[in-house]
């Protein structure tokens, strides 16, 4: 069955980075995209980007362009969310999910059909 | 960028009750590319329905959505207890956004 397994809880002060994995199994790694979810606590969610499994092409949410990247280690079949300049609003859970395209998988029209358990990183000094 | 906006904010019922959650649009959504999730406390979000009315494997049939447009439809013909959650819903025509969310709690 399809898993998504995430590393676990970070706690960083304003201004540092921090980096977030994300463990695919159960399925044929290259043949989907990964797209990274946040969430604020008792907030919604929000899309932050997407990675392609096949070639490492990204595409990031406009908000956090130049803070975000997003990488894969296909030999590992694992795929990884930095986040550079951290604040205290992005403290959050972050979910890696599954992108199923809706069309052209290179414009972000993707619906999320398994998710990982989610990995909370708080922003504190 | 679309804006989707879900009401009621808070549905309260028992169980084996309908509850039925709506989603609307700020423009048409292309393709009906709208999704819908569930998310309980602690809990990463579930994929019910894509475009607009498909289930996704595992379902219940008690779960449908319906709609086009700019307006779209989450029912639950029957409440079960495992049931009580958020239910949020996103479109995928335009970008993708999600809506706020419609908590389905206990009455």
């Known amino acids: 069955q399809v898993q998504l397994v995430q590393s676990g809880p970070e706690v960083k002060k304003p201004g540092a980075s921090v980096k977030v994995s994300c463990k695919a199994s159960g399925y044929t790694f290259i043949s989907y995209g990964l797209s990274w979810v946040r969430q604020a606590p008792g907030q919604g969610l929000e899309w932050m980007g997407w990675?392609?499994?096949?070639?490492?092409?990204?595409i990031y949410a406009q908000n956090l362009q130049g803070r975000v990247a997003m990488t894969t280690d296909t030999s590992s079949r694992t795929a990884y969310m930095e986040l550079r300049s951290l604040r205290s609003d992005d403290t959050a859970v972050y979910y890696c999910?599954?992108?199923?395209?809706?069309?052209?998988?290179?414009?972000?029209?993707?619906?999320?059909?398994?998710w990982g358990q989610g990995a909370l990183v708080t922003v504190s000094s | 960028e679309i804006v989707l906006t879900q009401s009621p904010g808070t549905l309260s019922l028992s169980p084996g009750e309908r509850a039925t959650l709506s989603c609307r649009a700020s423009?048409?959504?292309?393709?009906?590319?709208l999704a819908w999730y569930q998310q309980k406390p602690g809990q990463a979000p579930r994929l019910l329905i894509s475009g607009a009315s498909s289930r996704a494997t595992g379902i219940p049939d008690r779960f449908s959505g319906s709609g086009s447009g700019t307006d779209f439809t989450l029912t639950i013909s029957r409440l079960e207890p495992e049931d009580f959650a958020v239910y949020y819903c996103?479109?995928?025509?335009?970008?993708?956004?999600f809506g706020g969310g419609t908590n389905v709690e206990i009455k």
């Open positions: 990675i392609s499994g096949y070639n490492g092409h990204t």
């Open positions: 999910a599954r992108a199923r395209c809706g069309g052209d998988c290179y414009v972000p029209t993707y619906y999320f059909d398994y």
């Open positions: 423009q048409s959504v292309s393709s009906n590319y």
């Open positions: 996103q479109q995928y025509g335009s970008s993708l956004t």
